[in-house]
């Protein structure tokens, strides 16, 4: 007879005795071991999270902890078989839920745009991580098992997918954690842990449905009947998939206008998302990608999808993933420890590392990455997580490998998930120094590249405005990444209210009569702005603590969004009278701070939503047609929506306003004019787009200055394409430009113009008053802003980002 041998040795069995009870020594067994893992996580993470170290690695090292103190021997009437019976049960369903939280919080656009690159860099690991474990297999035949494996093809088909799956909870816990998805390569790193682990999930399942598994080769023909639970399992999907919007849709509009959806309501959606997983799962297939496509599917707008998350997230993050993670450091078996179960699992580690980097290192160059970011991804890739994300007990059934090979397997995953840690932070600080070193300007952005927001509002009053300046910045709301909206809200006075959960207080308030309160308010809003539009809008509530944490915040908020343009109310207000006062000082000195210390490009609005001819910016373009309203710009014979103008006298500020107004003019509802102010000495006449037309090839530089190759790439992309209108205004003093001034009051819904500081001296000598009273915005901006008459529009104020000058957000 044959023998095999076996590099792990040989463990004499636990007898347990069989007693009344089991299920509750059990269920007193796992709330212990929680109580201490949550508690001693939380302990190591007050140390490691100073080095960016993700609460995963915290919580993998107290399981490690917990594990070897022995809890469950002291249990002793504890009925299972290993660790896997104990855990399996919570493990599938904890995957269930975080994936379903992960589908729903992902920003479905931003990834659309790079799709092309997430999948190349997800084929190109599997790839090569396939053919290393096709390589190393036959090596691997004899050492994995007690026994002779059945088919050295069906071991090296299982050990493909072991190297080669990546656990997508993990990847996305520490990546969410440490804000790594806010940045396009974060974003490829997460999107590809997700397809690779659903490709590894397709093809484990395929592999368990197969005759080769059971070696029922005469039933080939007439169809296994596990095949046919897969075609059960994928139409139970497709069918929950195409159904979860409609139903949502319905529960948003009997929900409308609230800030959460009823009792019922909620309890509804999360039972049935957890009944169509828990279904597939009894059909023998994993209920993730299910779990994953309903959260993608599910309706981001409205209140279904806040009571969804705002139900889920607390428990999830502070209870479910904490245990979840510690578990993997909670199943090793520390009798059987030794160096021939360790240094297999380190091999295993290692194999899987060179693929994911072989892998990552070829498409870098595709991807435009330097191979150095490339390795470093190919260690976040590496993360196994769990065993489970495979079913490794079908590998074990079949005679795959034995015990001792899963606990190496289990080392390996651990090993591969601890190490993700400093992977994971050494891209952070990559991200993170690559945004502040970069030139956040819309000047240095192309048309076709994606332009990520941030606005900030304080009011349900204030936010139509800001939020119609995004939409029309928008060409393809269905390729712009998630712009988060910053609503600052004052905090109850009520003692009692504030010691009572947020959604209480809302529910609470509106049952009581007293009407909705802020937060409600905003939802509302932006709710409306969200279905008219198409943008996905995520509203972040954040309790307002005076100017200067408000400031620190907006500027936070704008580096983990790696954000190129923050929006902002001015200080300045209108009355219903049409006069423009600052309400609050605090409003003023939020100006100062936030202009001061942004990372990124700063408009300030001054909205003036009781314009008198109603054209001001408080309702989507979609809604307003409905209203008839349509204008004929002033300098062409074209009908838009909003005729805007963009002032520019030179400097950084106002390229920037032009370039913020050259994105407008993408939108065909848009008619844009740039009015340049030239002085007499200067130009001998006034001139026009029409009178360069016949000599565009001949024009040349006045003084080859940026200004001038600025505004020739402007007239060149925009002007003469007929997409904007370009006109030079002669001035001779300062009363010609206040009077110039003065009369865009009821030509043009919105002004652009910069902030200044950095203008020539010439254009604004003589406007000491103007300058002496608009010190925060520019004298131009300060003439424009202060305009009194109901006829003036809104006027947007450019600062252009500056490197040198911006310091970091504390």
Known sequence: MARSFNICPQIDPIVITRVPGVALDTLFLVVIQALAVIFLARFLHLFLRRYNQPSAVSQILAGVAVGGMGLRNAIVHVDVDDVEDMYGGYIAEARVIYMFLVGLELDLAALRNSTRRCVALAYATVAASLLVAAVVSSGMYGSMMHSPVKTPELLAATLMLALTNTSSISVTRVAGELNLTASENGRLVVASAIITNLICVVGDGLLSSTTLAKERTQDLYRGSP???????????????????????????????????????????????????????????????????????????????????????????????????????????????????????????????????????????????????????????????????????????????????????????????????????????????????????????????????????????????????????????????????????????????????????????????????????????????????????????????????????????????????????????????????ACRLEERWWLNQEVLARAPCTVGLLVDRPYRGTGTSFQTPIGVAPESGRTLVHPCSDRTVTHVVAAVFLGGPDDREAVSFASRLAENPAIGLTVFRFVKRSTYDAVTSSTSRKGGEEDVEFQDGGVDERFLWRFYENYASREMAMYVEKMVEGPADVVETLEGMAGMFALVVVGRGGRQPVELIAGLERWAEAGTEIGPVAEILASNESLEMGSVLVMQQHTVALTPPCQ
């Not at 990455?369 to 991804?377: F, G, H, K, M, T």
């Not at 939409?471 to 909206?485: D, G, K, T």
């Open 226 to 580: 596990q095949i046919k639970k897969g075609f059960l399992a994928l139409a139970l999907a497709g069918a929950a998939v195409w159904l979860v919007r409609p139903a949502v849709t319905r529960i948003n509009q009997r929900n409308a206008g609230q800030h959460h959806v009823r009792g019922r309501d909620l309890a509804a959606m999360l039972l049935t998302v957890w009944l169509v997983t828990s279904i597939q799962q009894m059909l023998g297939f994993d209920g993730m990608p299910t779990s994953l496509a309903l959260g993608m599917a599910f309706p981001r707008e409205g209140p279904a999808a806040r009571s969804v998350a705002d139900a889920l997230v607390p428990p999830v993050n502070g209870i479910v993933l904490p245990f979840y993670f510690a578990t993997i450091g909670m199943r090793l078996d520390y009798n059987s420890m030794s160096g021939a179960i360790i240094v297999p699992g380190m091999l295993l580690t290692l194999l899987g590392l060179v693929g994911k980097a072989v892998g990552a290192a070829s498409a870098s160059t595709y991807l435009n990455i330097p191979v150095s970011d490339a390795l470093r991804y190919s260690f976040l890739l590496n993360v196994k997580g769990h065993v489970d994300t495979m079913n490794m007990k079908f590998a074990k059934t079949e005679g795959v490998w034995a015990e001792q090979a899963l606990y190496a397997m289990i080392i390996g995953n651990l090993i591969s998930t601890l190490i993700a840690g400093p992977a994971a932070a050494a891209v952070l600080r990559r991200e993170k120094e690559a945004y502040r070193t970069r030139h956040q300007a819309m000047e240095s952005l192309g048309p076709e590249q994606e332009l990520r927001m941030l606005a900030c509002l304080h009011g349900a009053h204030a936010a139509p405005g800001i939020l119609s300046l995004v939409e029309l910045l928008v060409s393809a709301p269905q390729e712009q990444p998630a712009v988060p909206v910053l609503h600052f809200f004052e905090a109850p006075r009520d003692l009692a209210a504030v010691r009572t959960p947020y959604h209480q207080q809302a529910r609470g308030d509106e049952d009581k009569g007293g009407g909705p309160d802020a937060v409600t308010q905003m939802n509302r809003v932006v709710d409306v702005f969200a279905r008219a539009t198409g943008i996905s809008f995520r509203q972040v509530d954040v309790v307002s603590l005076g100017a200067a944490r408000d400031s620190a915040a907006a500027c936070r908020a704008a580096e983990d969004a790696h954000a190129g343009l923050l929006l902002v109310p001015c200080y300045k207000e209108q009355r219903f009278d049409g006069r423009m």
